[in-house]
């Protein structure tokens, strides 16, 4: 079954995570019941995949300020039909930063995600009112990865207003997002 490497990714990452388990089981129920879960007309919602990234010195952290959200995020985005969520991860860092080096961290000695959200995302239309997509969920599942590319070889994608490196005291500044908050939280343990 295409969907056995998240659900084994989701049973480690309740290991790891244990306070976690409600938000993983409704992950799991997604993914175990909708085979189309990976495609972005899934609905009540589809799996996406996103990547928090450290730079090289391990002091900041890469947000996108997202054009549709206009908020602060991490880079990630829809599967689309691609069943491993660390590729998808891998291809939206590369379409939305043009980074291409990149190392995936492992936790607690696996290759599992970092983080897990399901976040609700609002309808949107066109300029006339008209419905172009409905609110749904996106079940995102989170990788932390590392960068040794130097700052200028980063460059935003049109789905971005801007790309830049944060501190953590920045990205304090710039949002109160619990999810986000959450990852730098747990970030902290391989920042210098």
Not at 51 to 59: K, Q
Request: net charge negative; with cysteine.
């Amino acid at each position: 079954m295409h969907r056995r490497l998240l659900l084994d990714m989701l049973d480690a990452y309740a290991r790891v995570y244990p306070a976690e388990v409600a938000m993983i089981e409704r992950i799991g129920f997604l993914v175990r019941s909708h085979a189309d879960c990976f495609e972005r007309t899934c609905r009540p919602g589809h799996v996406t995949a996103s990547a928090w990234i450290l730079s090289a010195d391990r002091r900041r952290c890469l947000l996108t300020h997202h054009r549709f959200l206009n908020r602060w995020l991490q880079l990630g985005g829809h599967a689309d039909g691609q069943w491993d969520p660390i590729d998808v991860a891998v291809r939206e860092v590369r379409e939305e930063s043009s980074l291409d080096r990149i190392q995936l961290v492992r936790v607690a000695g696996c290759l599992i995600p970092f983080d897990i959200d399901i976040h609700r995302i609002p309808a949107r239309y066109d300029a006339a009112g008209r419905l172009l997509e409905d609110a749904h969920e996106h079940h995102d599942i989170r990788f932390l990865f590392i960068t040794d590319m130097a700052d200028d070889m980063i460059s935003k994608s049109a789905e971005s207003h801007a790309i830049a490196w944060h501190t953590p005291a920045e990205i304090h500044e710039r949002t109160q997002e619990e999810s986000i908050l959450r990852m730098l939280w747990k970030s902290t343990a391989w920042m210098m």
